[in-house]
Structure formats: structure tokens, C-alpha cells
Nanobody
Framework: EVQLVESGGGLVQAGGSLRLSCAAS????????IGWFRQAPGKEREAVSC????????VYEDSAKGRFTISSDNAKRTVYLQMSSLKLEDTAVYYC??????????WGQGTQVTSP
């Protein structure tokens, strides 16, 4: 069974930092990319960043460039999102995502990040 479990969210003042974690299980971690998405109240879910499990290559949306860093620990099957210089507009529920070889989407339960 595929599971994605996020943790690390919380309340942090604007300008502060937070590190999110996504623990993955139930699939071959190194074969797929894992991404972070977020959804603010009243808005659609949007991509933030993703990382390849095979070569560690990364992609960042403009909102994350220069402030967020995605990384992975294959031995722990965990993907991290280090967020710094947080802004009010970063307030959202952050989700971990993976899509398998059939293009089926898997999501974690989400973790709330609030930066007032």
C-alpha cells in the first residue's frame, strides 16, 4: 500500500523557516519523482517543487525559487522541503505527491503551514 505521510508544519512568523518531511512507503522510491504541492484557503492546489528519486534533479515553481529547497534521503525514503523567508502567502496546507507508472496520483494527508 502506497503511503505518503507529511509532517513538520506549524505556525511560524513571517521571515521564519520551517522544514517539512514526507515519509514514503509502498513503492520503489528511487524510480519516481516526489513533489510538494500546496493549497491555500479558497484557492486551487498548486505545485511547489519536485525531486527525482533516481538522480536527485529538482524543479521549483517561481514562488519557491530562492527560498525553498527540496531534498531527499533515499535510505530513509523521505523527501524534505526546507522553507525560509516565509511569507503570508505561503500559508497553506502542504501535500506530498507521487504518481505511479499508470499515472495514478497519490497524496498525503497534508500538513498545515501558517505564516501570519
Amino acid at each position: 500500500e502506497v503511503q505518503l505521510v507529511e509532517s513538520g508544519g506549524g505556525l511560524v512568523q513571517a521571515g521564519g523557516s520551517l522544514r517539512l518531511s514526507c515519509a514514503a512507503s509502498g513503492f520503489t522510491f528511487e524510480d519516481y519523482a516526489i513533489g510538494w504541492f500546496r493549497q491555500a484557503p479558497g484557492k486551487e492546489r498548486e505545485a511547489v517543487s519536485c525531486i527525482s528519486g533516481s538522480d536527485g534533479s529538482t524543479v521549483y515553481e517561481d514562488s519557491a525559487k530562492g527560498r525553498f529547497t527540496i531534498s531527499s534521503d533515499n535510505a530513509k525514503r523521505t523527501v524534505y522541503l526546507q522553507m525560509s523567508s516565509l511569507k503570508l502567502e505561503d500559508t497553506a496546507v502542504y501535500y506530498c505527491h507521487y504518481s505511479d507508472y499508470t499515472s495514478r496520483d497519490y497524496w498525503g494527508q497534508g500538513t498545515q503551514v501558517t505564516s501570519p
